[in-house]
């Protein structure tokens, strides 16, 4: 658990350790699980699952695990609001600067959702919506996302959502995609070579210290978005995902 905040209210902390231990064994677990994972007595942590449950931030399923409850649904799609909300200043820049459509996705149930979008003045631009749930596998979103994490990691969730190709060029098997997490690691942005959309090229970089995995991306077609292009919209992508971890750091 993260050090205790000065003058913090504990049975408040107590509550965030657990959903935060639930979070990261995957959304459910048991409650020997937890009692394994904190230092909470037992009859602490089920009197504050209890009340958990009863607040819908937390379900217990017929096999009596605890799984994360709806009411959290509601939470969560207001953080990314602003969190899309923060991140718009910086997405307009990139936007101004290389006349493309810029996005801002973050890591949601082994999917990635996009959170944020300035749209590209181009007739001909990229089509993804606020809102939009698309796999980790095939978008330059999802796979710098996916280089934060390790081989593990990356292979359960592409286990549990499975790896369709929508086009010819998606990446179809696991041993393809942690070689080009490898090279995204080595060179720091990712690329979607028209592997979501035929003829749509994207680049996209993880958001350093970001509450939550998120990164952002510039795309558009392929006759505008070159190699010339990368070598402009690259530096400037370190550029914007760097600020935007700074204001979220700063809130």
Excluded: W
């Excluded at 107590?14 to 037992?42: K, N, Q, Y």
């Excluded at 790896?163 to 720091?188: F, H």
């Amino acid at each position: 658990m993260a050090e205790k905040a000065a003058g913090g209210v504990q049975s408040v902390e107590r509550v965030f350790e657990l959903l935060e231990l639930i979070t990261d064994a995957g959304g459910d677990v048991t409650l020997s699980e937890l009692s394994s994972s904190t230092d909470l007595p037992l009859p602490t942590i089920h009197r504050l699952l209890r009340t958990l449950v009863t607040l819908g931030y937390i379900r217990q399923l017929p096999n009596r695990r605890y799984a994360l409850g709806p009411r959290l649904i509601r939470l969560g799609e207001g953080a990314n609001k602003q969190l899309g909300a923060l991140a718009r200043p910086q997405l307009k820049s990139l936007v101004d600067r290389l006349g493309e459509t810029s996005n801002m996705a973050v890591l949601d149930s082994d999917m990635v959702i996009y959170v944020a979008q300035v749209p590209s003045l181009h007739s001909m631009r990229m089509f993804t919506e606020v809102g939009r749930r698309a796999h980790t596998h095939d978008t330059g979103v999802g796979k710098a996302i996916l280089a934060q994490l390790d081989d593990e990691a990356v292979r359960g969730i592409v286990s549990r959502t499975g790896m369709p190709t929508p086009t010819p060029k998606s990446i179809g098997d696991i041993d393809a995609l942690l070689a080009d997490l490898k090279l995204i690691r080595e060179r720091g942005y990712s690329i979607d070579e028209e592997e979501q959309e035929l003829g749509v090229r994207c680049f996209a970089m993880a958001v350093p210290n970001a509450p939550t995995p998120t990164a952002i991306s510039v795309s558009g077609p392929v006759s505008r978005v070159d190699k010339s292009f990368a070598d402009r919209a690259v530096p400037l992508l370190r550029e914007a995902a760097q600020a935007i971890s700074d204001e979220f750091n700063q809130n």
